[in-house]
């Protein structure tokens, strides 16, 4: 049985159409991310999964139930805000003990599950205080343990790291995940940080104006992306797209003289197909009988490493080196890659060409 | 401001002496004037110090004797408090709500832009309308009616200071409060509320302040100590042939204290910030 069934869910703002149709089902345990940029439409389909918002057609089943205008409260739920919206005016106890105390589960077993989840997160010590007392993360913490009490059967996650400096935001995501792994909660988690999505998903929906781009795993978002707008969203720094033009079973890259041979696909490629390859930057690598030639325009060193900007032609390329590789701007490199690696796009659909 | 020129810190002390002074020197002057003697009053040049003290006014003021000025005065003290206190009480039952309401249903709030609106009016424009509707239920020179028009005055305001109080509580705590199962009645009790009471308490000081200090409507709605307020009662002791400045002055005093009072025990309920904390930032 899945844990969460969402049914051609459509949202609309009078003409304004912000879910155009969305569908995923949810299996027990997973944890499912809604990875797009600002107005994709992903927060809005977790209030509506929420039932802080409705929506205008479609429907939400919650443990093979309908939850069609049922109260959020009884939606079997927990949501943790991207603001924490913690009660600024009760102790952390309560704070966490708070959907329990409304359900009127008895004082003694209220303090246990508040304990617990306050051991499982590490709060324990800062039970007796106010929400102001607490610094960004803790306030965080105290935000997912309030959501881990009540044992819901969905766990939604509104961005949930975003006010986070960098530095916590990755200690959290770890702990997010230790956590997933220990409880073996179903999750919901909208973000617009690929990192997050990549990390902590079971399954990644990415979505892009009100529509699903793409349903599947980490591995499938990064190495075998649907479109060219999956593409380009995941992965930094991201995939580099070259435009080419199929000639005589084998692509040329357009505005140079670099032809590079048709990997398999399954796809008709037609004869002068427009098409875009797809390159991740860190396949690629120095290698004097590398095909694809470009000049060095800025060689950028990270730290684990060296990111150059180069030139093909007129088409902008990226690659990920070894650190300690010695280039120079404007010298030309040879760039290999495995020829697996190689996706290939149709430019008028921005589909793959599978 | 670590770095601060002496000159210049000296110059911000002698700018807030002066501003106190500007501040309190009428009020002194208003005490001062209660117990000087009526010949140090009427003297000329005008005698700034009292030679003695002279308290007899305020015995004067609130001794109860049949038909003597302390009766009237007393007896406004009394109406004064009457209608303030319920028409501020009705004035925040009301303003809860609809400033919730508001806060929380942008597509509603023009009709609270609307009854701002109607609040531009002066208070002239509105007084014979009134005078009628209180003539017509019999409520004129009565302590309910003159609360009821005051409460005209009051809603709207508070209404409006309590929404802009409620639109700083962010909605994410009231969602997810309602995520944790409780009702509308208990999120805003147990949540809400306890967050609004720095507004609510500024809201019901303002309007206190505002319904004892009105003049015009208690003017032409009250006729005897059955509803006059105090405002009134200090007119009607200044308006006899011989006016005696010193007695007019230990009313004002007299008048002065139940605001501030109020205003003392408010202010811990006055300070802010509780919101901090809840939500980022």
């Keep these: 049985m899945s844990a969460l069934e969402i049914q051609n869910i459509r949202k609309s703002y009078g003409a304004l159409e912000t879910l155009k149709g969305i569908d995923i089902s949810l299996e027990s345990g997973e944890f499912l991310v809604l990875l797009g940029s600002s107005g994709c439409g992903k927060s809005t389909l977790l209030n509506i999964i929420a039932g802080l918002a409705e929506a205008t057609s479609?429907?939400?089943?919650?443990?093979?139930?309908?939850?069609?205008?049922?109260?959020?409260?009884?939606?079997?739920?927990?949501?943790?805000?991207?603001?924490?919206?913690?009660?600024?005016?009760?102790?952390?106890?309560?704070?966490?003990?708070?959907?329990?105390?409304?359900?009127?589960?008895?004082?003694?077993?209220?303090d246990k599950a508040v304990r617990e989840a306050a051991r499982l997160l590490q709060i324990e010590p800062l039970l007796e205080r106010k929400p102001s007392q607490l610094s960004g993360g803790q306030r965080q913490r105290v935000a997912i343990g309030r959501a881990l009490v009540r044992k819901p059967e969905v766990f939604l996650f509104d961005e949930p790291l975003s006010n986070l400096d960098a530095k916590l935001r990755m200690e959290m995501r770890t702990e997010l995940k230790r956590l997933h792994q220990m409880l073996k909660t179903t999750v919901v988690y909208v973000t617009h940080d690929q990192i997050e999505a990549m990390t902590l998903a079971t399954r990644i929906a990415v979505m892009r104006d009100g529509r699903i781009e793409q349903l599947g795993t980490p591995d499938e978002i990064y190495n075998h992306p649907a479109t060219l707008y999956v593409a380009t969203f995941v992965g930094a720094p991201p995939m580099n797209l070259l435009n080419a033009t199929a000639h005589q079973g084998s692509l040329r890259i357009d505005g140079t003289s670099i032809t590079l041979p048709m990997p398999p696909t399954k796809a008709q490629i037609k004869q002068e197909q427009q098409l875009v390859i797809g390159i991740r930057p860190e396949t690629l690598y120095l290698d004097e009988s590398g095909q694809l030639e470009a000049v060095c325009e800025v060689a950028e060193l990270t730290g684990p490493?060296?990111?150059?900007?180069?030139?093909?032609?007129?088409?902008?390329?990226?690659?990920?080196?070894?650190?300690?590789?010695?280039?120079?701007?404007?010298?030309?490199?040879?760039?290999?890659?495995?020829?697996?690696?190689?996706?290939l796009f149709d430019r008028a659909t921005g589909l793959r060409c599978a | 401001m670590e770095r601060q020129s002496p000159l210049f810190t000296c110059f911000l002390y002698v700018c807030a002496v002066l501003l106190a002074v500007v501040i309190l020197a009428p009020i002194a002057w208003l005490f001062i004037m209660s117990i000087s003697p009526a010949a140090d009053l009427a003297a000329k040049p005008l005698r700034w110090w009292p030679q003695t003290a002279d308290f007899s006014r305020y015995k004067v003021l609130l001794s109860t004797l049949e038909n003597s000025e302390g009766a009237a005065f007393t007896s406004s003290l009394r109406n004064s408090i009457e209608v303030a206190g319920m028409a501020t009480i009705a004035a925040i039952a009301l303003a809860i709500p609809a400033g919730w309401a508001v806060s929380r249903t942008p597509s509603v709030g023009w009709s609270l832009s609307l009854v701002i609106a109607t609040y531009m009016l002066p208070p002239v424009a509105l007084a014979v309308p009134l005078y009628m509707g209180l003539a017509h239920l019999g409520m004129l020179n009565n302590v309910f009616g003159l609360a009821l028009v005051y409460l005209t005055i009051l809603a709207p305001f508070t209404t409006w200071l309590m929404k802009s109080g409620f639109d700083s509580i962010p909605k994410e705590i009231e969602a997810a409060a309602m995520i944790d199962g409780a009702g509308l009645f208990q999120t805003l009790k147990i949540i809400t509320l306890p967050l609004a009471m720095p507004v609510m308490a500024t809201s019901a000081l303002f309007a206190f302040l505002l319904a004892w200090d009105e003049f015009f409507y208690?003017?032409?709605?009250?006729?005897?100590?059955?509803?006059?307020?105090?405002?009134?009662?200090?007119?009607?002791?200044?308006?006899?042939?011989?006016?005696?400045?010193?007695?007019?002055?230990?009313?004002?005093?007299?008048?002065?204290?139940?605001?501030?009072?109020?205003?003392?025990?408010?202010?811990?309920?006055?300070?802010?910030?509780?919101?901090?904390?809840?939500?980022?930032?």
């Design chain 1, 58 to 110: 479609g429907d939400i089943h919650i443990g093979g139930r309908s939850v069609l205008g049922v109260h959020p409260k009884d939606r079997d739920i927990a949501m943790v805000f991207q603001s924490y919206a913690l009660y600024p005016n009760l102790s952390i106890h309560r704070n966490i003990g708070f959907g329990l105390e409304m359900r009127k589960v008895p004082k003694v077993e209220r």
């Design chain 2, 218 to 281: 208690a003017l032409l709605f009250t006729s005897d100590q059955r509803a006059k307020t105090l405002t009134v009662a200090i007119a009607d002791l200044a308006g006899g042939r011989v006016s005696d400045y010193g007695l007019i002055a230990t009313a004002g005093v007299l008048a002065a204290l139940p605001p501030v009072l109020i205003g003392l025990v408010m202010q811990r309920a006055l300070i802010s910030g509780l919101t901090n904390g809840g939500v980022k930032g």
């Design chain 1, 305 to 343: 490493e060296l990111i150059v900007t180069a030139q093909a032609g007129s088409q902008r390329l990226m690659a990920c080196l070894p650190p300690r590789t010695a280039i120079a701007e404007g010298e030309m490199l040879k760039l290999g890659f495995d020829a697996g690696s190689l996706q």
